[in-house]
Structures are given as structure tokens and as C-alpha cells.
T-cell receptor, first 110, second 111 residues
Framework: DAGVTQSPTHLIKTRGQQVTLRCSPK?????VSWYQQALGQGPQFIFQ???????QRGNFPDRFSGHQFPNYSSELNVNALLLGDSALYLC?????????FGPGTRLTVL | DAKTTQPTSMDCAEGRAANLPCNHS???????VYWYRQIHSQGPQYIIH???NNETNEMASLIITEDRKSSTLILPHATLRDTAVYYC????????????FGIGTKLQVIP
């Protein structure tokens, strides 16, 4: 079992661009959550997807959107990138009992 | 989720026990104490959780005070690979609950 996987590992974008990050959940997990971790801070919850619908959302603007596919994989989209969007983006997949985090995607906005 | 308070940083000698404290005075009756750790630039890793009884697994022990207002994570024989940021989190149980992270404790294991 590969666990939670994320792609790409690293990404560099410029201000105003759009980015898509991808996550494949652990086998048997049907729920995917996304977190943003700025340097020196703890991860902050962005939103959670279950059955292809956004179930919970944290305090993030509409520039942050997501999608979940029938195979439970998920994408995080960020539009109109700002310098402050530079962070490690973490995906976590869940079953009823457990939650596992992926290795993250490091996004740098120049 | 209830708020937690942890020291910003701690040092521990290699081979000694690392005791990481956490205060959670506003914890409610159905909230659990969870501990995660994050090794540099990796995703957080689950360590242990408990409701009111002490818990032990292959990684660590969790001691929760009787009033549940504080807890201690114990790494019995710290190694250099235990150097990480440790997060104490209070939340409802279950994999679907969002996790609210604080700043955590930066544990440095010293040779």
C-alpha cells in the first residue's frame, strides 16, 4: 500500500497564475482533506471532500477550490496566486477510524 | 476544538526519555487528546491518542491527568530520528474530523 501520495513534490509559480495540486488517498479511504502549512506554522485546514462533495471548509477564500473524483482522488486548485500562498500543501485521507497525511507539495510563488 | 498550550521548544539527550507537556484546560468530555509529529518538510505522522486512560504503543506513551486538563507524551528512549515538531491536539475521535494544529513543540534530540 503506497499510502497517501501527492504530486508534484515541488512547484514554482508566479503571482496571478493558477495551480492544481493532486492527491491520491490511501487504499480504502474515501475522504480527502487539504491543509496549508506556511513556514514555521502548523498546518491549517482548507477543506474536506467526501462523495465528491465539499463537506467542511476552513477560513480560506474562494480562490481555493477543490474536486474529488469517483476513485476518491482529489485536486486542490488555487487561482490568482499571491506571494502569501507560498506554503507546503498537505493532503490527508481518512476512513472512519484513521487519518493519514501525505508528504505534501511545496508551492513557491514568485 | 479546544485550545492547547505547548512549550515552543525542548531539548533531550539521545537515549533519555523525552517528556513533552501539553495543557488543554478547556477540553470537553467527548474530546480526545491526539499527538502528531512532523519531521522536517514531511507530512504529520500520527503517534498516539487517548480519552482519559493512559495509553502506550510502540512509539510512545501518553499520560493524561485525572482532570484531563493536561497530558504528557513520553518517548522512552529518544533517538536522533525523533527530532521533529510535536503537535498536541484536542478533538473528537474519528478519521473524518478536521485537525486543528497549533505551533507545536520543536524537540531537538542531542547526541
Amino acid at each position: 500500500d503506497a499510502g497517501v501520495t501527492q504530486s508534484p513534490t515541488h512547484l514554482i509559480k508566479t503571482r496571478g497564475q493558477q495551480v492544481t495540486l493532486r492527491c491520491s488517498p490511501k487504499s480504502g479511504h474515501d475522504t480527502v482533506s487539504w491543509y496549508q502549512q506556511a513556514l514555521g506554522q502548523g498546518p491549517q485546514f482548507i477543506f474536506q471532500y467526501y462523495e465528491e462533495e465539499e463537506r467542511q471548509r476552513g477560513n480560506f477564500p474562494d480562490r481555493f477550490s477543490g474536486h474529488q473524483f469517483p476513485n476518491y482522488s482529489s485536486e486542490l486548485n488555487v487561482n490568482a496566486l499571491l506571494l502569501g500562498d507560498s506554503a507546503l500543501y498537505l493532503c490527508a485521507s481518512s476512513s472512519t477510524r484513521e487519518q493519514f497525511f501525505g508528504p505534501g507539495t511545496r508551492l513557491t510563488v514568485l | 476544538d479546544a485550545k492547547t498550550t505547548q512549550p515552543t521548544s525542548m531539548d533531550c539527550a539521545e537515549g533519555r526519555a523525552a517528556n513533552l507537556p501539553c495543557n488543554h484546560s478547556t477540553i470537553s468530555g467527548n474530546e480526545y487528546v491526539y499527538w502528531y509529529r512532523q519531521i522536517h518538510s514531511q507530512g504529520p505522522q500520527y503517534i498516539i491518542h487517548g480519552l482519559k486512560n493512559n495509553e502506550t504503543n510502540e512509539m510512545a506513551s501518553l499520560i493524561i491527568t485525572e482532570d484531563r486538563k493536561s497530558s504528557t507524551l513520553i518517548l522512552p528512549h529518544a533517538t536522533l530520528r525523533d527530532t521533529a515538531v510535536y503537535y498536541c491536539i484536542v478533538r473528537l475521535s474519528g478519521g473524518y474530523q478536521k485537525v486543528t494544529f497549533g505551533i507545536g513543540t520543536k524537540l531537538q534530540v542531542i547526541p
